[in-house]
């Protein structure tokens, strides 16, 4: 009898340090989740920020380099 206490005990221990094993995982993963969600977000807007700065100054560029023809312009063309 002695000895199937032993294996039971050792047993608990390991269904033990398996639990604490896995509520450490959860706690750490959901702590880096919460600390780097800011710096994910900040970093996602300065990105989005500086492609909508890059298609405002190409349009802007375009815009005083290029003459966009009108209406008027196309209607010529095709005129005898």
Avoid: C, W
């Amino acid at each position: 009898m002695i000895g199937f206490r032993g294996r039971f005990n050792r047993h608990r221990l390991s269904v033990s340090v398996l639990i604490i094993f896995m509520f450490m995982f959860i706690v750490t993963n959901f702590v880096y989740m919460e600390l780097t969600k800011k710096a994910l977000i900040d970093e996602g807007n300065k990105r989005f920020g500086l492609v909508a700065e890059y298609v405002r100054y190409y349009i802007g560029n375009a815009m005083d380099h290029e003459r966009i023809p009108t209406s008027e312009d196309i209607s010529g063309q095709f005129e005898s």
